[in-house]
């Protein structure tokens, strides 16, 4: 599908009345550029475009509507008309802010609709195209590319979900779960009220889940930032200490004796670990006894070679080994109820038992007991040598703070705070994320358990409605469908990442940042964070890589396309824009012209429209003494001009100076 930006016009908001067409010859112009100086309304005209296209003014305040309306004017409605192109066919939307009643209207215009339609309702195939995950995408300003490298944000991660439409796969198993629930409500019980009892379970504990979840991410994002946090504090009371010279070179072999003492904990907690992980390790008895087991499984001969021989045996005798004579039926039935008993399966799973006592059990020897006890030993030295070596490094800093740094002292309270908060969310996520328990019930933390519970109760309730089929079914189909997604987004992840450093390694040529990974938010190569330019560099590397890969086309509409960046960068993105997006429309000032502009008209192939806008105000008046003969559209509080040439000239500060 092909989505392109002909045109809007706005009338009586915040942004000055002005109709901008965007077609020459009724062809859609590959590049648009909007010259606005500040405060003529380009946040405004940026959000009544996405407004328009993702109806999401109908949700808006009565407070949000009349904010639009111009200062210090007291008209009744404004109104905002988008025009876009559906795969060359026009799609219009009208927008009406009433400012008396503070509310947001809708009118839509599309072929084969049957003309004009109340509300926002583009056609179905359009619809899911212009979903507000998905606008936010191709109406593109510098907060979005904020969002995009924070990692108390998810903006990364919900652009490519959005773009490819991952959260159709979700759409998928919720429709499977509402399919199931809506069966279980047609399905009559014999009690009435168990029925209602293990439907609210079911609620109770989805509703829990959901919660946990929740907590559980919005932990994972406050863990993150605390130990960036915790390692910047880290770093400036190392550098503080070590501006004393008489500290110094005892603070750093105290911290290298603090350091290697955390990774002789973390070792020895391994190793015994991975002996408590098996039991024959423990304690002699349980050596002892599986040895024995094997034993006994040899002296029966268990497994036989032929699990069946001994049912083979039986039926060429004249009696059961019960002494009940035996007939044609009663050698009929052992015959096939033979199968049950020491199948080739239950064979397998003996032998497998048997090998592994063999050689994790008896070749072991006296490793036993022993060695753990010897491992524990290790392990409560080392923990005792790290809090030595903490206590000293703690000394050490105790030591400057006495001598009256204030700065110091502050940093090592906040260090400590922040420290307790990490413990606390990390017990938290264990919590969380622990094995479940059978002790669990329905108010623990661990989801494993919730999910446990919640399928036992499903089951509970597809029993009593008879819908344990459609039940296995469904829980068949979400598991195939988390799997999808899981899989697609981190193959998608992957690929996007390699594609974007292809591209900054020519935009960022001086500069080398590079994207590590992308997970919630776009996670940079050896640093915490960026510059604006940066910032901005990366934001319209990561989108335009994403909006080329698919097989639809959209415009990418963007609000000061230069202004942070060096002019070498300028360059770089003004040469790549048009390869990457085939209509890009951005609202521009004059600041941003140089290195920007006259590159991105060549390599568009010279296929640019100009635009300046500016209001009509005492300031402007000398403006208006020098507009062209030709291009120039006037309202009652604008003049738009159309051209390059005044386009490059015009200097607003110049004007009112």
């Known amino acids: 599908m092909k989505i392109e930006l002909a045109g809007w016009k706005s009338e009586g908001l915040r942004c000055p009345d002005v109709e901008i067409d965007l077609t020459n010859h009724e062809e859609i112009t590959p590049v648009s550029l909007i010259q606005m100086p500040n405060g003529t309304g380009k946040t405004t005209t940026l959000t009544m475009i996405r407004a328009s296209m993702n109806g999401e003014a109908s949700g808006w305040t009565p407070e949000k509507i009349r904010s639009l309306r111009r200062p210090a004017e007291s008209h009744s409605a404004g109104i905002f008309i988008l025009k876009l192109r559906v795969d060359e066919k026009p799609l219009t939307f009208e927008l009406k802010l009433d400012f008396d009643r503070g509310k947001a209207e809708y009118r839509t215009t599309s072929v084969g609709s049957g003309g004009i339609k109340p509300g926002w309702d583009p056609p179905p195939e359009v619809k899911r195209f212009l979903d507000s995950r998905f606008v936010q995408l191709f109406v593109f300003d510098g907060e979005f590319a904020d969002k995009l490298l924070d990692s108390n944000e998810s903006e990364a991660s919900k652009a490519i979900d959005a773009l490819f439409q991952l959260y159709l796969l979700q759409d998928i198993k919720q429709l499977a779960e509402?399919?199931?629930?809506?069966?279980?409500?047609?399905?009559?019980?014999?009690?009435?009220?168990?029925?209602?009892?293990?439907?609210?379970?079911?609620?109770?504990?989805?509703?829990?889940?959901?919660?946990?979840?929740?907590?559980?991410?919005?932990?994972?994002?406050?863990?993150?930032?605390?130990?960036?946090?915790?390692?910047?504090?880290?770093?400036k009371i190392n550098d503080q200490i070590g501006s004393e010279q008489t500290l110094r070179d005892n603070f750093e072999a105290k911290k290298r004796d603090e350091i290697n003492a955390r990774n002789r904990v973390e070792a020895s907690a391994l190793e015994v670990m991975n002996r408590i992980r098996q039991p024959h390790l423990l304690h002699e008895a349980f050596s002892d006894s599986l040895g024995e087991l094997k034993l006994q499984l040899d002296r029966l001969r268990l497994p036989a070679s032929t699990s069946s021989q001994f049912f083979n045996e039986l039926l060429e005798e004249d009696e059961c080994i019960c002494g009940r004579p035996l007939d044609s039926h009663s050698r009929e039935v052992i015959s096939k109820r033979s199968e049950l008993y020491l199948a080739e399966d239950t064979s397998g799973i003996l032998n497998a038992l048997k090998q592994d006592i063999d050689l994790q059990v008896r070749q072991v020897g006296n490793e036993t007991s022993v060695d753990l006890t010897q491992k524990i030993e290790i392990l409560e030295r080392a923990v005792s040598d790290n809090k030595l070596a903490e206590t000293a490094v703690r000394v050490l800093e105790q030591e400057l703070i006495d001598k009256g740094d204030e700065e110091l002292r502050i940093w090592v309270d906040e260090r400590k705070s922040k420290d307790e908060r990490r413990k606390k969310l990390k017990d938290l996520l264990e919590d969380i994320d622990r094995s479940a328990?059978?002790?669990?019930?329905?108010?623990?933390?661990?989801?494993?358990?919730?999910?446990?519970?919640?399928?036992?109760?499903?089951?509970?309730?597809?029993?009593?409605?008879?819908?344990?089929?459609?039940?296995?079914?469904?829980?068949?189909?979400?598991?195939?469908?988390?799997?999808?997604?899981?899989?697609?987004?981190?193959?998608?992840?992957?690929?996007?990442?390699?594609?974007?450093?292809?591209?900054?390694?020519?935009?960022?040529?001086?500069?080398?940042?590079?994207?590590?990974?992308?997970?919630?938010?776009?996670?940079?190569?050896?640093?915490?964070?960026?510059?604006?330019?940066?910032?901005?560099?990366?934001?319209?590397?990561f989108l335009t890589t994403l909006l080329s890969r698919g097989q639809h086309q959209f415009p990418l509409i963007v609000d000061s396309p230069a202004n942070p960046l060096s002019m070498e960068v300028r360059r770089e993105i003004a040469k790549l824009i048009p390869s990457l997006c085939k209509q890009f429309v951005a609202f521009t000032i004059s600041s941003e012209r140089a290195g920007f502009t006259d590159i991105l008209h060549e390599s568009s192939g010279s296929s640019t429209k100009f635009f300046t806008l500016f209001r009509l105000t005492p300031g402007t008046e000398s403006l208006m003494l020098s507009l062209p003969a030709e291009g120039v559209k006037k309202t009652s509080n604008s003049a738009l001009i159309e051209g390059k040439e005044y386009f490059d000239k015009f200097d607003l500060n110049e004007a009112e100076g």
């Open 178 to 235: 509402k399919s199931w629930e809506t069966a279980t409500k047609n399905k009559s019980a014999k009690a009435e009220k168990g029925l209602s009892q293990r439907r609210n379970k079911v609620d109770k504990l989805r509703e829990r889940i959901s919660r946990v979840s929740e907590a559980r991410e919005e932990a994972v994002i406050e863990l993150e930032t605390l130990e960036t946090q915790i390692e910047l504090l880290e770093q």
């Open 437 to 541: 328990s059978s002790s669990d019930n329905e108010s623990t933390l661990c989801l494993a358990s919730l999910k446990k519970l919640l399928k036992s109760a499903e089951s509970d309730l597809a029993e009593i409605t008879g819908t344990l089929e459609l039940r296995a079914k469904t829980d068949i189909l979400t598991m195939i469908v988390e799997q999808a997604f899981k899989k697609a987004q981190l193959n998608l992840q992957m690929a996007i990442a390699e594609e974007c450093n292809n591209r900054l390694e020519r935009v960022l040529s001086r500069d080398p940042i590079r994207i590590e990974k992308i997970d919630r938010s776009l996670k940079l190569r050896n640093q915490e964070g960026a510059s604006v330019g940066q910032t901005l560099s990366v934001g319209y590397t």
